[in-house]
């Protein structure tokens, strides 16, 4: 033997004989191996975040808690993954995470061969971490992949209609060929009682439960939403009830909404403006009941915040812009849009001179474009009813305002530098909306 030495978690279901195999050879040094044996995967997760440094992970396939998210904090935690499994695989777990697969029954060169291609030896008593490289896992780069729009904003200030808007507009851009997804991504989900869709199953939290265990293609991702031809884009319905945030896994979470973007030209969230997480709250519950909001606000191209115009509304609308600009999201990424705006031109620059004086005091150097005007509509509530299409008074400006949004970020992203100024003049935004 040489000098070499790991320090390797094991977790198998009961009677496997690889586990016992590989517990003999660590104790008779016929395996450079300390072997640590665990009863579960949650006593490995336990492990792992207790900060010792460990070579490897080998999990049987069998074993209860085995899936993308446990696969994914091995590696986080410099820990190999690899799977055992009897036989043919279930899963293709090498796309899930593991660094490799070793099919039963597992000999020790094998095992051996396994854990130094892949794993990291740890000298004897090493404190810190020491393991492999972190994984790339589904990177937005290893394909083509569509745009996020995510629309959020405080209740009653119209964000599902505004999202839907904003679905439609992209569903009529040929650019999309058609392929726009429209998400429910809220607690309290609705989209799918917008829509009268009459089921809400499968939805968001099956097909997050599909890339716990899987890689689904984009046929199967696109069969998982219910089409909606009159308005031009698919709908994933949300959560059932609001209590289910605790199915959704955030590893899984990632993987679904990269499948979505891979799936369709252009995916448009519609989910809450909370965004607090463990560093705000020192809590991980919170952060995992947050999950959808702060990736979906993270990763998206445009976020649009929707606020009403009164006092309360405004107030709100600042708030949420603060706090998205505080969680990382470009300023200019970020659309703010007031709806049942006045009608009034000068009432309309004083909600817009309130949102930027606001704004600046609570977040000092954030600056967005100016507030898109939305005035009330009377016939929402009926087109709701039966399903009709959204005006294209409503529809035009709305998706008009997230084209400019889009190609301003693009343009500041590839130079590198903010456009001086142009004047505007007061009360002119907004302007040609639905009467």
Known sequence: MTSEHYVVLGAARPRAAWFADVGRWATSAALPVEFVRCVSADEVRARLAAGRSWSAAVIDEGCSGLDRDLLDEARRAGCAPIVVTSGTARRRWTDLGAVAVLAEPVDRDAILAVLREHASPVERGAGDVVGVAEAEGDSAATGGIGRLITVVGAGGSGTSTVAMAVAQAAGADPANGGRVALVDASLDASLALLHDNGDVVP???????????????????????????????????????????????????????????RAYATVVADTDPDLEGEAETGSLDVEDRNACARLLTSAADVVVVTGTSDVVGIHRLVRNLAALAAHGIDPGRLLPVITRAPRAPHRRAESSRAVALLLGELSPGTATVAPLMVPSRRDLDALHLDGSPLPRALVGPIGAAVTAVLDRSGELGAAGFVPDPVPVRPGSLGLGGPG
Do not use: K, M, N
Not at 226 to 255: K, N
């Open 203 to 261: 939805g968001l939290q099956e097909l997050v439960e599909l890339h716990r265990t899987g890689r689904p293609d984009a046929e199967r991702v696109r069969s998982s939403l219910w089409a909606h031809p009159d308005r031009g884009y698919d709908i994933l319905p949300g959560l059932r009830r609001h209590r289910d945030w605790t199915v959704l896994r955030p590893r899984a979470l990632e993987a679904t909404v990269t499948s979505l973007r």
